[in-house]
């Protein structure tokens, strides 16, 4: 049975209707306007800077061969990649309307860019799911949408994004009235989820182990849910294994996860506190604030049900990450999964804002005050993802101004730096042309860069310049 604070709860703890016009208006608008940015984003370019971007090129090459009617050559390809397998699949669609509208980056990012729009209303649902009320759960979508790390990706053709939605599906699936078809979809989107982003593995168990246990009512129960959603799980399994049909599938799959070691496994403790305030900030107090309130004891108030769900889901997966990492040596912590943390951080800290809003009037005051400084947080940290420059285009730019200079030139740092950055050595110079490098915006420095070479990436002036020479043989 339900519990008034739990999950399939009709109603908020703040008495009024989850889902009301006031709050229904308010996440259109949440929605409509993080759409805006993130279109905004993909128009600014960017895609294939990361290496890992070229995965989506196995879709139009799949889109390619089935387009062709050779369906062994895509079998082999899926069996010969499997990482990832999930978002080669969903860029099929994307694939097909570059097919349609002709050739453009910006069409597979609007599309995968989409996904964060939707783990957006995931949040709102999972609110709600849970018992908070319309307010509470506004506040939720709203929080997640002014965090970084939920919008710089989105203008990148790699599968962090739809893994996530895919997860935040699974976990609204199994927030639900325990039923055997919200079971089988619960098990689906998890198993969805890891095959988009293998990382994600994390998000996707949480949900698999809410959908067990989250009520309570006994082994017979567990078992039956338990048996559904291994079933919606199997589904996306059995499907892969058959389109990849004679190719070892499960071996590929077993090699590329050996792979994952980029970075040290030592700070795995420590590196989604350092990606977090480097990516969030000023709103990374304010949630942290949030969550304080939501946790504070009030007398003769229990913790609300919620708030202790979101708290083990946040700390699960950081033990997790951590675990693995530090203890296994197994995967080493990327920014991109400390991102998982980021949902439940948001659930907790409006719970906890909410909270601070029935307290009275002062606390209402205060309430607002903290999402006024969360909005005015975010338009801060999304400067400079918004005026960000990539070395493709800056190379292009580079070109048109060289060529119109005249004289002897070069480009610096206009690439993709990695393992690390060295100081370039040149004669007499003047900079014709300047702007930031992608890697000077700190969050991206946590994506398999060793403590070493964060340090080298920012000691060193790693602006991409067009220089000109200036001694006698460039005069």
């Known amino acids: 049975m339900a519990r008034a604070d739990g999950p399939g709860a009709r109603r908020g703890a703040d008495g009024d209707a989850p889902a009301g016009p006031g709050p ?25 800077y990361w290496p890992d971007e070229d995965r989506y090129r196995i879709s139009q090459q799949l889109f390619s061969a089935l387009r062709a009617g050779e369906w062994s050559s895509a ?55 849970a018992g908070a009320g319309g307010r509470e759960a506004l506040l939720a979508a709203l929080l997640l ?20 939605a895919l997860g935040l599906l699974a976990l609204w699936a199994a927030l639900g009235r325990p039923s055997g078809l919200r079971c089988a979809l619960c098990g689906l989107a998890a198993a969805a989820a890891f095959l988009t982003y293998n990382g994600y593995w994390t998000l996707a168990g949480l949900a698999l182990l809410v959908r067990a246990l989250e009520p309570w009512e006994g082994p017979a129960e567990l078992a039956r849910r338990a048996g559904a959603a291994a079933l919606g799980a199997t589904l996306p399994v059995l499907a ?61 108030v229990p913790l609300a049900r919620r708030a202790r769900l979101w708290l083990l889901a946040a700390a699960g997966i950081y033990a997790a990450l951590a ?13 991109r999964l400390a991102r998982q943390i980021v949902p439940f951080l948001c659930l907790l800290a409006a719970h906890g804002l909410e909270r601070l809003r029935r307290s009275g009037r002062i606390g209402s005051r205060l309430a607002q ?3 006024a400084l969360a909005i005015a947080a975010a338009a801060m940290n999304f400067r400079q993802p918004l005026a960000q420059e990539f070395p493709r285009d800056f190379a292009r730019e580079a070109r048109r101004v060289g060529a119109a200079e005249g004289g002897p030139w070069a480009l610096l740092y206009a690439e993709h730096l990695y393992p690390e950055a060295r100081a370039a050595l040149l004669p007499p110079h003047e900079v014709v042309l300047r702007a930031p490098h992608p890697l000077q915006y700190l969050p991206y420095q946590y994506e398999g860069y060793t403590p070493a070479q964060r340090e ?20």
């Open 24 to 48: 229904r208006a308010g996440l259109a608008l949440v929605l409509l306007g993080s759409a805006a940015l993130r279109v905004a984003l993909v128009l600014r370019g960017g895609q294939y």
């Open 75 to 129: 079998a082999l390809g899926l069996s010969q990649s499997p990482d990832h397998l999930g978002f080669k699949l969903l860029g099929l669609l994307p694939a097909a309307l570059e097919q349609a509208l002709g050739s453009d980056p910006r069409i597979p990012a609007l599309f995968f860019g989409a996904s964060s729009v939707l783990a957006l209303w995931l949040a709102w649902r999972i609110a709600l799911a």
């Open 145 to 164: 949408a002014l965090s970084s790390s939920f919008l710089y990706y989105s203008r990148h053709l790699l599968p962090y994004d739809a893994g996530m």
């Open 240 to 300: 892969l294994a058959a389109a990849a049909a004679g190719g070892d599938l499960i071996g590929a799959f077993q090699r590329f996860s050996g792979t994952i070691h980029q970075g040290e496994f030592d700070e795995g403790w420590s590196l989604p506190f350092a990606y977090l305030w480097h990516a969030e900030g000023a709103l990374l107090a304010i949630l942290g604030a949030g969550v304080v309130g939501a946790l504070w004891p009030q007398r003769g």
């Open 323 to 335: 675990f693995t990492s530090v203890v296994l040596e197994r995967f080493v912590v990327y920014g």
């Open 369 to 371: 005050l903290a999402c």
């Open 456 to 475: 080298s990436l920012r000691e060193v002036d790693i602006s991409m310049r067009l220089v000109r020479r200036l001694d006698a043989a460039g005069q």
